[in-house]
């Protein structure tokens, strides 16, 4: 079946730091592709989402890019600050209305 | 517009009993997924609901079931608890017309079971 895998954490940065987090999946088809974010005793929020191969998507400085050929959208930030400290998840979604598959999430710790 | 609203915020009940756990999507939204967080096994996803029908189940057993009503609210009930349960167990809406679409998410209803 469909899965997603996420590089463990936690991950330890210096503010101004580069991020990358590495996320790959194995789906039939052309899943969409998306990052969410959990902050501490909050749910899960939309972070970027990809729908296609080659597609990038981006948000508050963080980018990821669709990469069929690699199976991968692995996540990047040019500089992490302390506010980005937070749980990141991987996810796809293969064509069934509401059923997301997230990877084991990766949390990131930003010091400053 | 008001966000997605999970009631209680924390439970704690006893192996054995049963629990009723409650999603407002945000209003218009006619798609309500249940999912499971836990430290071991990450998110699952349990079920998904569009108008007032069961569209999509994952891989839980019969104690969790649950159930939309007209207005798209939604409640989620787990059975004879085990230890096992507990969990963080969120919400999600959506509008339900594009199977790759964005979900929001609850802040969770934290349930102990001891």
């Known amino acids: 079946g469909d899965s997603v895998t996420q590089m463990e954490g936690p991950v330890t940065l210096s503010e101004e730091a580069f991020l990358t987090i590495n996320c790959t999946y194995t789906?039939?088809?052309?899943?969409?592709l998306f990052w969410y974010v959990q902050y501490p005793g909050e749910g899960l929020q939309l972070l970027l989402k990809a729908t296609k191969a080659d597609d990038k998507g981006s948000n508050k400085g963080f980018e990821a890019t669709y990469r069929k050929e690699t199976t991968s959208f692995h996540l990047e930030k040019g500089s992490v600050q302390v506010s980005d400290s937070a749980v990141y998840f991987c996810a796809l979604s293969n064509n069934q209305g509401g059923k997301l598959i997230f990877g084991q999430g990766t949390e990131l710790s930003v010091k400053p | 517009k008001a966000g997605v609203t999970q009631t209680p915020r924390y439970l704690i009940k006893t192996r054995g009993q049963q629990v009723t756990l409650s999603c407002s999507p945000i209003?218009?939204?006619?798609?309500v997924s249940w999912y499971q967080q836990t430290p071991g096994q990450g998110l699952q996803f349990l079920f998904e609901?569009?108008?007032?029908?069961?569209?999509n189940k994952g891989n839980f057993p019969g104690r969790f079931s649950g159930r939309q009503f007209s207005n798209s609210r939604s409640e989620m009930n787990v059975s004879t608890l085990e230890l096992g349960d507990s969990a963080l167990y969120l919400c999600a809406s959506s509008l339900g017309t594009d199977t790759n679409e964005k979900l929001f998410f609850g802040s969770g209803t934290q349930l102990s079971v001891l």
């Open positions: 789906a039939t088809g052309y899943p969409s």
């Open positions: 209003s218009g939204h006619r798609s």
């Open positions: 609901y569009f108008s007032e029908t069961q569209r």
